[in-house]
């Protein structure tokens, strides 16, 4: 037996709609949400390049002594890493070692010695040598 006020009465009736109170309201909730959004992501941006300078700015082993274009798109890099030094030939998506400097290591006394003030004649400071000669010197010329 079915009530005739039920819902059962009619099974096809449409339900009834909630229309919320004024559309403004939906489109603050929005924009307050796309806001809090965006500033979480700067906030974090920014959080991330602090924490790169924090960590990327001690490491001194490594060290870009130079580098020459050598094409359009294509140089050699000179750098250390440690004790030697390394000729790299750097082209877009290639990197390749040309060549290995092991008996000519960088006097960190010199760097040292030029910050500091101190006398170089004090100590004997091998000199610095340049880019162009060390490429020159592993191309043989």
């Given amino acids: 037996m079915l009530l ?17 109170s004024s559309s403004s309201s939906g489109m603050l909730r929005v924009v307050i949400a796309l806001l809090i959004v965006v500033g979480a992501v700067l906030a974090a941006g920014r959080f991330a390049r602090r924490m790169r300078g ?17 094409g359009a798109r294509e140089r050699a890099v000179l750098i250390r890493v440690g004790e030697r030094q390394l000729l790299l030939g ?11 400097f092991e008996d000519m ?3 960190r006394e010199s760097a040292a010695t030029s910050a500091g003030g101190a006398d ?9 040598p340049t880019f162009k000669s060390l490429l020159l010197k592993s191309l043989g010329k």
């Fill in 4 to 20: 005739a006020g039920s819902a059962w009465s009619a099974p096809f009736a449409a339900p009834e709609q909630v229309v919320p």
């Fill in 54 to 70: 924090i960590t990327g700015g001690t490491n001194t082993a490594l060290e870009v002594i130079g580098q020459l274009p050598v």
């Fill in 90 to 100: 750097v082209a877009p998506g290639n990197v390749r070692m040309l060549h290995v």
């Fill in 105 to 107: 290591p960088i006097a």
């Fill in 120 to 128: 170089p004649s004090q100590h004997e400071v091998a000199a610095r």
